[in-house]
């Protein structure tokens, strides 16, 4: 993970470089060295990463992320500050910032920043990647022999892999349970959620618990795409269709640090909403 530094205190760049070298949390790829920011010489070092303090000297860190993305819309942007008003923080992730770590500078935030961050970046890359091959695959069979109803689970799991839930231990159980529901022909509002977990498991309980922690990942993910570009194919498609867009909204506040708390999560909802997509 290639990192930037956009600060206009050396000491600050010092300890942000000596921190992410020694902690082993990416590579740094170039920083400002305390000079006002120049959208150019980022660009050219291609970071993951961009680490931009909020107040700067000639051009403030928001101006900087508003500009970088009009022509880039997927390095992550993460915002220094000492900033606690919310006003602030509000228009500090409408400009287009990810995260935010706060000064002082202190080593366990950044670790756990960045490594959220690097988290974020390799699902996106393997949703990515999934999505190419999946993609390919369908173009390249013949005729008549593309997958219609009988590859429903294939349908599933292209569906999870898109809202980046396919590396979490619910998934599997998500598509039990959804097989289940379509080979019985029973509609989702016919059972609780005790119900249908019971139906396919030994252990209803643990169940449920998966499945509630893989779709409350799975809001997350749909909120950051909604943060990073209102417009992202995925973000539309699936956040009125899986998850309540109220509860969507309410992630995205939460990740902008609106409000105390995300969205709730619906295991009804997102398995209704799973299936009629599969069964498009």
Do not use: W
């Amino acid at each position: 993970m290639r990192i930037y530094i956009v600060e206009d205190d050396l000491s600050v760049i010092n300890i942000l470089e000596d921190i992410i070298e020694t902690q082993g949390l990416g590579e740094i790829c170039g920083d400002c060295g305390g000079e006002p920011a120049n959208l150019s010489d980022v660009l050219r070092a291609k970071p993951d990463v961009v680490l931009v303090d909020f107040f700067m000297p000639v051009k403030d860190g928001v101006e900087f992320v508003k500009e970088l993305r009009t022509v880039n819309t997927t390095i992550k942007c993460i915002m220094i500050s000492q900033v606690s008003a919310k006003e602030l923080i509000s228009k500090a992730y409408s400009a287009g910032i990810d995260f935010f770590i706060s000064k002082p500078i202190n080593l366990i935030e950044v670790r756990s920043v960045l490594k959220n961050v690097e988290q974020q970046i390799t699902n996106e890359h393997t949703l990515a990647n999934i999505r190419r091959m999946f993609m390919n695959e369908i173009d390249h069979m013949p005729k008549g022999t593309k997958p219609e109803s009988d590859d429903y689970g294939r349908k599933l799991k292209y569906i999870l892999n898109r809202v980046g839930m396919s590396g979490e231990k619910g998934c599997p159980d998500i598509i039990k349970i959804c097989e289940y529901l379509h080979e019985n022909h029973i509609p989702v509002s016919n059972l609780s959620v005790s119900q249908m977990c019971e139906a396919v498991s030994d252990s209803p309980k643990n169940m449920e618990q998966r499945i509630r922690r893989t779709i409350a990942a799975g809001m997350s993910n749909i909120a950051h795409m909604g943060i990073e570009d209102f417009m992202n194919e995925t973000y539309t498609l699936y956040s009125g269709t899986l998850f309540s867009f109220e509860d969507v909204k309410a992630e995205m506040d939460y990740l902008r640090g609106k409000r105390s708390s995300g969205g709730k999560v619906s295991i009804k909802k997102f398995i209704d909403g799973l299936m009629l997509e599969a069964e498009r």
